[in-house]
């Protein structure tokens, strides 16, 4: 397989569609966004969508989200998610890269991500390219 990502600059289409497919593979809690919703995160200077293509179709997406704060600008990996079908194939490793190269290029300090244990297949990616667990607590608070 063959797959190509890139940042997704204007929503179409074929993005909504793809995110409606995917997102519920993600999250069963979470609703998939409308065009709309994708508009503002696409539109944002600080937030990347990449998605991953194979074929012409949208098979995976990262969203990466920049933030500047006292100690330096920073970014954060959410939302990784690639089509059950395309699992295993090196769609997630491509993604993660991309979203690691933009970061760089930035002038990131660091990248952070969180992930299920559950997610074995995508912790251990997470490890193979250099992420490592860092002893922290994460905390939230549902508004």
């Known amino acids: 397989m063959t797959v190509e990502v890139r940042a997704a600059h204007t ?10 497919r995917l997102i519920p593979q993600l999250s069963a809690s979470s609703p998939p966004p409308d065009h709309d919703a994708l508009a503002a995160i696409v539109d ?10 194979s074929d012409g179709t949208i098979i995976g997406s990262l969203t990466l989200a920049f933030y500047r704060i ?4 920073k970014a954060w990996i959410e939302d990784v998610v690639v089509d059950d ?14 979203a690691l190269a933009e970061a760089e290029q930035r002038g990131a300090k660091n990248v952070s991500l969180t ?3 559950s997610r074995e297949a995508a912790n251990r990616l997470y490890r193979r390219i250099g992420f ?6 994460v905390y939230r608070k549902q508004l």
């Open 70 to 73: 006292p100690t330096g600008l």
């Open 132 to 137: 490592e667990l860092y002893p922290t607590n």
């Open 44 to 53: 944002d200077p600080n937030t990347v969508v990449f998605v991953a293509e």
């Open 85 to 98: 079908a395309a699992r295993g194939q090196g769609v997630g490793e491509a993604l993660n890269r991309a």
């Open 11 to 20: 929503v179409d289409v074929a993005l909504v569609d793809a995110f409606a």
């Open 115 to 117: 992930s299920r244990a």
